[in-house]
C-alpha cells in the first residue's frame, strides 16, 4: 500500500457504504414527496454526468453500450419473493 492510499477504504467497503448512503437518500427524497421515478432518474443522470467528468464521453459511453441487452437479461432486476 503507498502513502496516497493510506486511510482509503477497500474498494467493497466504499461500495458498501456508498450504497446505503444513497438508498438512505433515496429513502429520504421519498419521504419528502418525491416520486420513485423521479429520485431514480436523478439518480441516473447524477451518475452519468460525475462519470462523463471522470473519464469523459466516449469512454462512458462504451461503458454504457452494453447496457440494453444486461437490462434484457435480468442483471438489473431483484428477484421477487
Known amino acids: 500500500m503507498s502513502d ?21 437518500a433515496w429513502d429520504e427524497a421519498v419521504d419528502n414527496g418525491c416520486a420513485p421515478e423521479m429520485v431514480a432518474s436523478s ?17 462512458v459511453a462504451d461503458m454504457v453500450a452494453d447496457w440494453p441487452d444486461r437490462i434484457r437479461e435480468g442483471e438489473f432486476t431483484l428477484a421477487s419473493s
Open 43 to 59: 439518480a441516473i443522470f447524477a451518475a452519468l454526468t460525475d462519470m462523463i467528468e471522470n473519464y469523459g464521453e466516449q469512454a
Open 4 to 24: 496516497s492510499d493510506a486511510g482509503v477504504l477497500p474498494d467493497d467497503e466504499q461500495k458498501r457504504i456508498a450504497l446505503k448512503l444513497i438508498l438512505e
